[in-house]
């Protein structure tokens, strides 16, 4: 049965601007509160909406009119921060940059906390284990030597090399679609991994040996089971699985 109903409305000035056509959608949000139960569960919002809005607009709708106990986390609302990732209809994305006319709107749309990680409060996770990983990675610049009393130069092919992972906003909504990571939460993850490339590729870096030895853990690159999750999650579009591989390839002829 459709849950979403058209409902044009007229224009509300006298310049002649285009008709917004508000649609009511139905948002499935699975729902957590420890101190009401230890059971987690699906609660039902109707919002009226414009299609051309995203997620996040209408989880705001939700919180400021409807229901103020609504938890999760969202700051710059334009893809840059990676604070709000989650599920939306069963794939991680960002709700900042998820349209709701492009996810099926004429059914009940899920919304729940990205999986992998515990649970806080409904949409909002423990992102404190994803953080440690990249710690551990040492995501900075290592040399040694002197302070430079210049910029540290490099060729625009050296800086290509490592272009694609400086995108990462660290949303984690690669590391929580992996299935390696959903076994155990052990692994250190994509997200790390594409950060400890960020700076294993770079030429002005020293530190990328210590890194390889990092990753080169139980726990690290060779658990990667290749399955691509990750780059299809990637709201930045990074390679994410060919920045592993890559990783995976210097280790073995330590060759960066
Ligand atoms: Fe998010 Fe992509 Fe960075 Fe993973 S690699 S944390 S999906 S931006
Ligand atoms: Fe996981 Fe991505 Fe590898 S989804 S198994 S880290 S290719
Ligand atoms: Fe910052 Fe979505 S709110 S990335």
Redesign the pocket.
């Known amino acids: 049965m459709s849950t979403a109903t058209l409902d044009k409305q007229e224009p509300k000035d006298a310049t002649g601007s285009a008709a917004v056509e508000l649609i009511t959608a139905t948002f499935r949000i699975r729902r957590f509160n420890p101190e009401v139960s230890a059971e987690a569960s699906w609660e039902d919002f109707q919002v009226e909406i414009d299609p051309k809005e995203r997620v996040l607009d209408a989880l705001h709708k939700i919180k400021w009119e409807l229901d103020g106990t609504l938890t999760f986390r969202r700051s710059c609302a334009h893809g840059i921060c990676?604070s709000d990732?989650m599920r939306i209809n069963g794939r991680n994305r960002l709700a900042c940059k998820t349209l709701i006319k492009d996810i099926s709107p004429e059914k009940p749309i899920t919304v729940e906390a990205i999986k992998g990680m515990t649970v806080l409060k409904d949409l909002v996770v423990d992102m404190e284990p994803f953080f440690q990983a990249y710690r551990d990675v040492m995501p900075f610049l290592i040399t040694s030597g002197n302070e430079p009393t210049r910029e540290r130069l490099q060729t625009a092919e050296d800086r290509e090399r490592f272009d694609d992972t400086t995108?990462?906003?660290?949303?984690?909504?690669?590391?929580s679609s992996c299935p390696v990571f959903w076994n155990d939460g052990q692994y250190f993850g994509?997200?790390a991994i594409?950060n400890a490339h960020r700076f294993i590729f770079d030429s002005r870096d020293e530190g990328g040996e210590q890194r390889l030895e990092i990753l080169n853990d139980k726990d690290g690159v060779w658990r990667c089971r290749t399955t691509f999750n990750?780059t299809d999650?990637?709201?930045?579009g990074?390679e994410?699985t060919k920045a592993i591989q890559e990783v995976k390839r210097a280790l073995i002829t330590r060759r960066f």
């Open positions: 990676g990732a995108k990462c906003i660290l949303c984690a909504a690669c590391t994509p997200a594409v990750c999650a990637c709201p930045r990074i994410v």
